[in-house]
């Protein structure tokens, strides 16, 4: 799997990805994280990896439905890119019903 943390995330981007969702400071999450490692460890690293992973497909699932990750890197060029798709919809089904 290819790592697409969050752009401050330092590990797998899960306390900068909570941090951003939730308004906190990512810093703070990260002291709690090291603490909460020290005193559960095994517990501690099922969660964050659950974390990982939820955070992970959660990203997909967003880019996938605004149409970002295809290359195209402004709005202008997604809607663009939208419209011709539509056209191309469009001739098709007039190829197919002349």
């Keep these: 799997m290819i790592s697409n ?3 401050s995330g330092l590990i797998a981007g899960v306390c900068a990805g909570m941090a951003r969702a939730f308004g906190w400071n990512a810093w703070v ?3 709690l994280f090291v603490i909460f490692l020290l005193v559960e460890t095994f517990w501690t690293a099922v969660v964050y990896a659950a974390l990982a ?6 990203r997909q699932h967003k880019k996938r439905r605004t149409g970002e990750g295809e290359g195209l890197t402004s709005p202008e060029l997604n809607d663009r890119a939208r419209r011709i798709d539509e056209l191309e919809k469009r001739f098709r089904d007039l190829e197919n019903q002349g």
């Design 5 to 7: 943390r969050a752009e």
């Design 53 to 58: 992973v939820l955070l992970h497909l959660g």
């Design 29 to 31: 999450l990260r002291v």
